[in-house]
């Protein structure tokens, strides 16, 4: 079965193929020819992963999933939430500088609690009729380490310890990450949906 995401992140991609595994082809943008920079403007992951699925929709004439995910901090107060990716200012995705602002920011708080939340819109044409929606969530508790620990996985990986392991999600390796992450929750939820629905992509 195709499915679109509606992203050109390849780490998303790769990380959702592998969660979906070989029944289903993922699509990106690109693959469908839409290079356009979709916006995200929204104040909320729910918001913004909306944004996203219902640009393609509207303009792809296709049903279509999109995500939006961050961390989110206690001790400073859901931070940085929403602007994760571009938490250190300029055009974002600079995981580095990222996570040394994040780090700055918490300084030596003994509250290191955390959560990484995924949010997954999906939209299902249906003949003339509005598109029909599905949101589905994922969260991932832990905590944030002092230093950065571990060369795989992207964003603020090396800093995520999640609740009942030593690793971080950039120590312990894709396969195992991919079976507990904020992402992957969503997604086998996403999955069970579309495996139980009468509806088809």
């Known amino acids: 079965m ?3 995401f ?3 992140n390849k780490h998303k991609l790769s990380e959702i193929s592998a969660i979906l595994g070989e029944e289903y082809e993922v699509l990106s943008l690109a693959d469908i020819g839409c290079h356009t920079d979709i916006p995200e403007t929204a104040d909320s992951f729910e918001g913004n992963a909306l944004q996203k699925a219902q640009y393609v929709n509207e ?3 296709i049903s279509c999933f999109a995500d939006d995910s961050g961390l989110e901090v206690d001790a400073l107060g859901g931070a940085p939430g929403v602007f994760s990716a571009r938490y250190a200012g300029g055009e974002g995705h600079d995981s580095e500088a990222n996570m040394t602002k994040l780090l700055a920011e918490l300084g030596e708080n003994n509250n290191r609690k955390a959560q990484f939340r995924t949010v997954i819109a999906l939209l299902i044409n249906k003949e003339g009729e509005k598109a029909e929606q599905h949101l589905f969530e994922g969260i991932a508790t832990g905590k944030i380490i ?3 620990r571990g060369t795989g996985g992207f964003g603020y990986d090396p800093i995520f310890q999640p609740d009942g392991y030593d690793a971080t999600f950039a120590e312990m390796g894709n396969e195992m990450k991919n079976t507990i992450s904020h992402r ?5 939820k996403l999955v069970e949906f579309l495996k139980n629905s009468s509806q088809k992509i």
């Not at 992957?184 to 086998?188: D, T």
Request: hydrophobic share 35%.
């Open 184 to 188: 992957a929750k969503a997604v086998r």
């Open 6 to 8: 509606a992203t050109n």
């Open 59 to 61: 303009h792809y004439h």
């Open 146 to 148: 002092h230093e950065r």
């Open 2 to 4: 195709k499915i679109v």
